[in-house]
């Protein structure tokens, strides 16, 4: 049975779609779709207003920006397709993902076929657990995550798309809060390696993200917080917990 999949797709993005088309047609097990992706730009300030709760710029600082809210409102609407349309589980992929040949879909989706909410991350940047739960095959194994970044391509079943709903809208978190998302109940897995990966450089959110006039205390803030998530991954280390890296 062909994986439903939900490719996230900004509608100004021609390029991006049309490269993305091109991979897909490598992958007949995929029951793909565009998925029209909001622009947070666009949105109004009664939108903005109704759907962005002060606490997302409140946590998130000058990382809050309205591209990064956007994302953030197209995966909670991919959520709600899932609920209404009763889809069991599926992939979900940003238009900047790049597939690998073999996915090995069969093999990671039996973690999405239960009640409990699941997801699992096929790109890299995340902490997870050094004992696998389960081995794909001779190269790829599949652990439990603590903590992770990017949404750029991963699995979630209906249980999760559910409990995510009920948490995260309005926006108060960036679409890939992982750890905060495993506080609401989630249970997050991640291949290791990774078997999709993304473009080197800033995308459309992290440019936003970029302010190179900002304020001098701000930069001192910025870098003291940069010091302090060094300091997060080695305590991290020192806890038995491994980094899962971008190789490709």
């Known amino acids: 049975m062909r994986e439903k999949t939900y490719v996230v797709n900004m509608v100004k993005d021609v390029g991006k779609k049309t490269a993305m088309e091109a991979q897909l047609a490598s992958h007949p097990e995929l029951d793909w779709q565009f998925w029209i992706a909001v622009e947070g730009r666009k949105l109004t300030p009664e939108q903005q ?11 998130y600082g000058r990382l809050a920006t309205l591209p990064a809210a956007g994302c953030s409102l197209s995966h909670i609407s991919i959520y709600r397709d899932m609920v209404a349309n009763d889809i069991s589980h599926a992939l979900i992929l940003e238009d900047d993902a790049r597939l690998q040949s073999d996915l090995h879909l069969d093999e990671i989706k039996t973690l999405l076929e239960t009640d409990r909410p699941v997801a699992v991350l096929l790109t890299p940047d995340f902490w997870y657990t ?20 990017m949404t750029s391509g991963y699995m979630i079943n209906k249980a999760a798309a559910r409990l995510l709903i009920e948490h995260i809208y309005p926006v108060q978190y960036t ?5 905060i998302f495993i506080s609401f109940g989630l249970h997050l897995f991640g291949v290791v390696p990774h078997m999709i990966s993304y473009p080197e450089g800033l995308g459309e959110i992290g440019l936003s993200q970029k302010n190179n006039d900002e304020p001098i205390i701000l930069k001192i803030r910025h870098f003291c917080g940069r010091q302090k998530a060094k300091l997060y991954s080695s305590i991290l280390y020192l806890r038995g917990y491994r980094h899962s890296a971008r190789m490709w």
């Not at 050094?130 to 599949?142: E, F, L, R």
């Not at 679409?175 to 750890?179: F, L, P, R, S």
């Open 49 to 59: 207003s109704e759907m962005i709760l002060p606490a997302f710029k409140e946590r």
């Open 175 to 179: 679409a890939d809060a992982w750890d």
């Open 130 to 149: 050094t004992t696998p739960i389960s081995k794909i095959d001779n190269k790829h194994s599949i652990f439990p995550v603590y903590d992770g970044y």
